[in-house]
């Protein structure tokens, strides 16, 4: 890509080191001083992706994490919506999606919930499972997550039948944005945060 358009490939790369930047704020707690200098407290998580971007689809989506007795039923079927994105095993648990027609997304820093976070979160039934053993999240391709839940991550496959946007510049620009969106929150959450305690003390002190 360099060598075929520079300017493009310029232009990802300064997207790849902002979201780079945006993620040490976000996940990291780290804030980048006037001199260059990084700074952290000691709140962190542990539970983000590696790779640092989001995943992108045409369409929002309601997911289900289903058994093969669920399946055996009507609820998770075609007749309803549902597709079926991973079958469940003996020994798995699967994947059942349908369209949304909500965001499901919540902005705002600081919340756990808030950040975008890949994959389906588990119940507490679920989670029990899979803390049976680090075989039985593995098999599920379950990350543990800082809440104490999982996620189960989608394989590159079952994205793909979700109409998965796989276009680099796309995700990076979609990832740029979600990010850009929760730090500007928290920084209006810390302003109207910051002036109610400051008020609160004037009324305590009676000032």
């Known amino acids: 890509m360099k060598a075929n358009n ?13 979201i780079k930047h945006q993620n040490e704020i976000i996940n990291l707690n780290k804030k980048h001083g006037a001199l260059g200098e990084v700074t952290s407290s000691t709140f962190i998580y542990h539970d983000f992706d590696g790779h ?8 929002t989506h309601d997911f289900k994490i289903v058994t093969q007795a669920d399946m055996k039923t009507d609820k998770y079927s075609a007749n309803n919506s549902w597709k079926i994105i991973r079958t469940p095993t003996a020994t798995t648990y699967g994947i059942v ?11 705002g820093l600081g919340l756990n919930f808030n950040r975008f976070k890949n994959g389906i979160s588990t119940d507490a039934s679920i989670t029990q499972q899979l803390n049976v053993s680090p075989a039985a999240a593995i098999s599920n391709n379950a990350i543990k997550t800082d809440g104490g839940n999982y996620r189960i991550i989608l394989t590159t496959d ?9 276009n680099p510049a796309h ?15 928290d920084a209006v959450r810390n302003m109207v945060l910051g002036s109610f305690i400051e008020n609160m003390t004037h009324v305590q002190l009676g000032t």
């Open 158 to 166: 079952e994205k793909a039948k979700l109409a998965y946007k796989d």
């Open 52 to 59: 640092g971007t989001l995943d992108v689809y045409d369409q």
């Open 97 to 107: 999606a349908r369209d949304s027609y909500h965001s499901g997304f919540v902005q």
């Open 171 to 185: 995700t990076l620009m979609r990832t740029f944005v979600a990010n850009k969106e929760v730090i500007e929150a």
């Open 6 to 18: 520079h300017k493009i490939y310029t232009e990802l790369m300064q997207l790849i080191i902002s």
